[in-house]
């Protein structure tokens, strides 16, 4: 059952990345409070109208993994100026008031009524202007403790959040506190800045539900939500960006096996982290939709088929929305091993003076060129046999490197065995160059967070681009590579 999970690398910590709502990117700034604390002030007198819709890529829907539906019942979806602001705290604004009476249990994994939406969560007419940097997500206790029910549960006895798999079983999704509390979504995954209503604007946001890396299945079999969201102003057309991926020799669909297509963009560090991924259908289509307005992101696809073989990955740059990328090529391994290469290595926590417990989403990286000198790290969505979520929680696994005082966790991430084809978007175009030839380089990047998305240690993120012993990290097919232990410190 492992297997269905191996996808759930950053997303049931609440993954919301909010674009921000509006192109007025220099506005923001001058409604800084001069005071330093990071809070963005009122515009004053006036309101919007924020609509809110929710939609979810089932990439691990069965045949793809064991789930039918995943079912989800939210209470309440707030959003206050301040990025500090506790739940206790005045000055919340609820988006979809609606709910607050009436509930709604979501399968995320429904079909849309455009293919594109999920559904509508609600609204809210009156929303004071502003700049909200912070949003929380409140779902339904499963014991129904905390307010008012929805209308009907799918669920059964299994609470007010479950999951159905293939044959028909249904299990609760368990929930941390924070997930009945408020899910509050870090600064630094508002994509693009944080929201800004002005008077009399109306703002289509969209929250995308990741479902597939929000759930994690826990050794004692039950399944756990740690919630990882995605969101944005999307355009009334709700403008995406689709394709279809194909063998490079044959120009068919990759059978029998997985291909996953991850959207990226660029963190902070430069680096392309995971906005929202999917796998394609039995032909070998996607479509990511709806998108943020204006935004552009890098296509990164990967593939294993049915007989085991591994493909490179092949990255598509700085593609907007309303793009059909048309026929993306993967090429097959070739050699006397076509299976993928593997990334194993471990990641400890400490609190400095006792051994610490973190969940930590692990993730390779490859570097790509760009001409000109340019290189950039893109994420490799994980494939195979992969562990990419870990919870580190015990010592009884602890390498003799590990430092003093630690629980430790081992990885498994199954990666391509070549470089990436690489190809930048231009007048509309792109043309793919072939896997570039010399040593196949990853690094491994782990973030540690807790339960609400928040940082758990000093350093929220830690990525190495060594082995073990300290030289570059290669692979090669069908072998296991150990990168350097990964050592998260100062965490609570």
Not at 65 to 80: D, L, N, Q, Y
Not at 144 to 153: D, T
Not at 260 to 267: I, T
């Amino acid at each position: 059952m492992q297997a269905i999970f191996r996808n759930l690398s950053r997303t049931l910590s609440i993954y919301l990345s909010l674009a921000a709502l509006l192109g007025v990117a220099g506005f923001s700034a001058f409604l800084i409070n001069c005071s330093g604390s990071g809070s963005v002030m009122n515009m004053g007198a006036g309101t919007g109208t924020v609509n809110l819709s929710i939609s979810d890529p089932p990439n691990c829907k069965f045949p793809n993994g064991a789930f039918e539906h995943v079912f989800v019942t939210i209470r309440s979806v707030r959003a206050h100026i301040n990025p500090d602001a506790a739940m206790g705290d005045a000055g919340w604004q609820e988006l979809t008031p609606q709910l607050m009476n009436q509930p709604m249990q979501i399968d995320l994994f429904a079909a849309g009524p455009n293919g594109c939406l999920l559904t509508m969560l609600g609204s809210n007419t009156g929303l004071p202007a502003g700049t909200y940097q912070q949003i929380r997500l409140l779902l339904v206790a499963n014991d129904g403790g905390n307010g008012p029910l929805p209308a009907s549960n799918a669920c059964g006895n299994q609470g007010l959040n479950c999951v159905v798999l293939h044959d028909g079983s249904i299990h609760e999704l368990q929930l941390s506190s924070e997930a009945v509390t408020g899910l509050k979504i870090p600064p630094g995954r508002v994509l693009g800045g944080p929201i800004t209503v002005q008077p009399g604007q109306d703002v289509d946001l969209n929250i995308n539900f990741e479902a597939c890396d929000s759930i994690k299945q826990e050794g004692n079999g039950k399944f756990r939500l740690k919630p990882v969201l995605g969101a944005g102003q999307v355009s009334q057309n709700h403008t995406g960006i689709g394709g279809h991926v194909v063998d490079a020799g044959t120009g068919a669909a990759i059978l029998g096996g997985t291909v996953l297509v991850a959207l990226e963009s660029q963190d902070a560090s430069g680096a392309d982290i995971t906005f929202v991924q999917t796998a394609t259908d039995g032909a070998g289509n996607f479509n990511f939709c709806p998108l943020p307005v204006g935004a552009a992101f890098d296509v990164v696809v990967v593939a294993i088929n049915g007989a085991g073989v591994a493909y490179n990955a092949t990255v598509a740059v700085g593609i907007p929305g309303g793009t059909d990328l048309g026929a993306i090529p993967l090429v097959a391994e070739t050699g006397i091993s076509t299976a993928p290469a593997t990334l194993q290595g471990f990641v400890t926590a400490t609190t400095g003076a006792a051994a610490a417990t973190i969940d930590a989403a692990v993730s390779a990286q490859q570097p790509i060129s760009l001409g000109g000198g340019v290189m950039r790290f893109v994420t490799i969505p994980a494939e195979g046999n992969s562990t990419a979520n870990i919870s580190v929680e015990s010592n009884s696994t602890c390498p003799l490197t590990a430092p003093m005082n630690t629980n430790c966790a081992q990885y498994t991430l199954a990666v391509p065995a070549s470089n990436p084809s690489v190809g930048v978007f231009s007048n509309g175009k792109i043309t793919y160059a072939a896997p570039p030839a010399g040593d196949v380089l990853f690094a491994v990047r782990a973030d540690a967070t807790d339960s609400s998305g928040n940082s758990d240690c000093t350093k929220p993120s830690l990525t190495t681009s060594l082995d073990m012993n300290g030289n570059p990290l290669k692979v090669a097919a069908g072998a296991t590579s150990t990168p350097q232990e990964i050592d998260f410190s100062g965490c609570s």
